[in-house]
């Protein structure tokens, strides 16, 4: 047997055929309008659809020309925009402190900075879809630079749907524009026809984008011009920011430095540290802004400390530190129960007081007393025989819930019951969240955390405000508004959650309240909760208990928000499977801990699409408020502005209007667009 060279495609003597790599498929400009402009398997086919991209391209060419016309019509006052852009923003908000509206958003921007390191936000954009979409924007340029129309003037194409100026009568600001986009769109052609397949091997950094996008800005701040009304009815072109350019450049660059700062913070300590500090700073930021800040608060150090004529133990200081001391020693021992001895110890504590205090307190109904005794003396003697010191803790956090139930009809001070109330439901939570040393402090610090923000924001929601303004509140424009909407969120969400989960409980109580309240509040329209929250709601408050309008306000948006994401959460929950809770009981973890830490999070994440549109009609919604005389941006616009002299702004309604349509679709676009990269980085519709 002789030896034979195995050649290529030869192996021990079986010829083989060579793999070789498919062809690329055809492509082109005119590949692809045959493939989406006149798709079609039959020449009847072909001509229909192609009858249909001509009909519905002139329709939306005629729309794109009528939109470009109006924007661009000489005898548009757009100079209303940016003559009453700080009105539109902040309203009434003196001129004098407008530097702690900047020092605001400047908080804001840092802390965004500082997240993008934290949860290591290290997105990339393919070079080749970057290109596409700068080419893309080039064209729209150039085709909107085209259809501008004009009243007077030569046109080169003129069929009464569709009309084309003569490039002869464009003027200098359409010809520039138009050549931007030209070299846009030529400059990102050229790039993809010479990098071919490796544009889409190449990436930049997200990051990278939103920092030049950030230098554009800036850039545009400091030399685009816009038209500014001089007098009652001249006009001179001025920057576009001409007071604003060098805050915002500023903020800019703090928060590329934070950016940095941040990346030094994480080589020295922790990530998670790092991220629970952030998640602390996010959750005070928002009162510590809208409260300090910007309302610019009057204390009255003396009665806040218990030094003036207020006691120490009924001053804001003292009721922090009583609260926090004693609550949080509860919280400590209920967090983890390990020691029979101490958990019987507070129990009993726990169960004398809530049996003795209603009959201390002179004011208390009787009934009242009789039933918190009842519950009272039924923790003392449960403590004394339930040999299992987590299940007392249990017993000790839902006596403390019907007891925060029951202060509703003892008068009391407000802040008062709004500790019991808020430390009556982290008891109850403590002994499924708690089991380790570490949770146990972690839920401790969080009592003594949410204490500080309870009070926190009564004592600075009491205080006279130092600020001058003429109208009823210094909330007023976007600034309300952001209000309106975040709280809104904040608010509703964990609302929400509950309802929800009360919602497909096995309990009946729980399911029939829960459904009561989502039908209820889901078959009025969110204007009459708005009517109720601002003229009836303080008849349901308790005697002396006065909120401000726009708490009132809130309240109602937050009521009526929880109910639809209460439904969002619920499809969510039956969609996860019941071998979901088996595995949950088989790892011996109790109800709470399996529908916290196991169900909730999968049923978030498959309803998160959904939870985001609600978001973004709560955003959308806060406009409402217009009608009942709140002054957001919605009311600035299309009351305030349209009316004033001088300058001539009357009759500019449909400009503002417009201007504000505009306005919340950049918010909600870019918000949509965000979620679902979010989306994405988790996975959402995949296969």
């Known amino acids: 047997m002789t030896d034979q060279p195995v050649s290529e495609g030869v192996v021990h003597g079986v010829v083989e055929e060579l793999e070789l790599p498919p062809e690329p498929p055809p492509h082109g400009p005119r590949v692809w309008i045959r493939e989406n402009l006149l798709s079609g398997d039959t020449p009847i086919a072909i001509g229909l659809n192609g009858l249909l991209t001509v009909v519905f391209g002139l329709i939306a060419l005629n729309v794109l020309q009528f939109l470009t016309t109006y924007i661009f019509n000489p005898e548009r006052r757009w100079a209303a925009v940016t003559a009453n852009m700080k009105l539109m923003m902040v309203q009434a908000f003196p001129q004098a402190d407008l530097g702690r509206i900047w020092l605001s958003i400047g908080i804001f921007l840092v802390l965004v900075a500082l997240s993008l390191v934290a949860w290591n936000v290290q997105g990339r954009i393919v070079l080749y879809k970057f290109a596409s979409g700068v080419r893309s924007t080039g064209v729209f340029i150039v085709i909107t630079a085209i259809l501008h129309g004009t009243f007077e003037g030569d046109r080169i194409f003129d069929i009464g749907i569709l009309k084309i100026d003569s490039p002869g009568s464009w003027s200098s600001s359409r010809t ?73 450049t500023i903020l800019f660059i703090a928060a590329i430095v934070f950016y940095f700062i941040g990346k030094w913070l994480v080589s020295v300590m922790d990530r998670q540290q790092f991220r629970r500090i952030l998640v602390f700073l996010w959750v005070f930021s928002y009162p510590v802004i809208i409260m300090v800040i910007q309302r610019k608060p009057i204390l009255e150090w003396g009665e806040i400390l218990g030094f003036g004529d207020v006691p120490f133990l009924e001053s804001d200081f003292g009721l922090f530190l009583l609260f926090s001391v004693i609550g949080g020693a509860v919280i400590w021992i209920l967090a983890f129960p390990k020691n029979l001895n101490s958990i019987r110890g507070a129990g009993i504590a726990v169960g004398a007081v809530v049996t003795l205090a209603p009959w201390i307190m002179s004011e208390s109904p009787t009934w009242v007393a009789v039933i918190a005794s009842l519950f009272g003396l039924g923790l003392i003697a449960g403590s004394l025989r339930i040999p299992d010191g987590t299940e007392i803790a249990r017993i000790v956090g839902s006596v403390l819930a019907i007891a925060a139930l029951l202060v509703w009809f003892v008068p009391m001070a407000f802040l008062l019951r709004s500790l019991i109330i808020v430390f009556a439901f982290v008891a109850l939570a403590a002994p499924s969240f708690g089991g380790t040393e ?217 400009q503002m209007l417009f201007f504000i349509a505009l306005f919340y679709w950049v918010f909600t676009f870019t918000f949509s667009r965000l979620s679902l990269r979010y989306e994405k980085s988790l996975g959402l519709g995949e296969r």
């Open 176 to 248: 520039l524009i138009f050549l931007i986009g030209l070299v846009l769109a030529v400059g990102a052609h050229v790039y993809l026809q010479r990098a071919g397949v490796s544009a889409k091997e190449k990436s930049i950094p997200f990051l990278s984008v939103l920092v030049g996008g950030m230098v554009l800005a800036t850039i545009a701040i400091w030399t685009v011009q816009l038209p500014v009304p001089e007098g009652r009815f001249d006009e001179v072109n001025e920057r576009i920011a001409t007071s604003t350019a060098g805050p915002w």
């Open 438 to 654: 570490q949770a146990r402090l972690r839920m401790t610090l969080t009592w003594v955390a949410t204490a500080l923000l309870v009070v926190g924001s009564f004592t600075l929601g009491e205080a006279e405000t130092a600020l001058e303004f003429q109208s009823t509140t210094f909330l007023g424009g976007f600034n309300l508004s952001i209000l309106l909407a975040i709280t809104g969120v904040a608010f509703s969400f964990p609302l929400g959650v509950v309802l929800a989960l009360a919602r497909t409980s096995t309990m009946p109580i729980f399911r029939i309240i829960s459904t009561g309240y989502i039908e209820l509040v889901r078959s009025v329209p969110l204007i009459t909760w708005l009517f109720f929250g601002s003229v009836m709601l303080a008849l349901f408050l308790p005697s002396g208990v006065e909120f401000d309008e726009i708490l009132r306000i809130v309240a109602a948006i937050s009521i009526f928000s929880a109910a639809y994401v209460a439904e969002n959460i619920r499809g969510g929950l039956q969609a996860i499977g019941s071998g979901q809770y088996e595995a949950a009981r088989a790892m011996g973890l109790s109800t709470v801990q399996s529908t916290s830490l196991i169900v909730l999070p999968q049923a978030i994440r498959a309803v998160l699409p959904a939870l985001v549109g609600s978001i973004i009609v709560s955003f959308k919604d806060t406009s409402l408020v217009a009608i009942i005389g709140l002054a957001d941006v919605l009311l600035i616009a299309r009351n305030f502005v349209p009316t004033q002299s001088d300058p001539s702004f009357r009759g500019t309604q449909p």
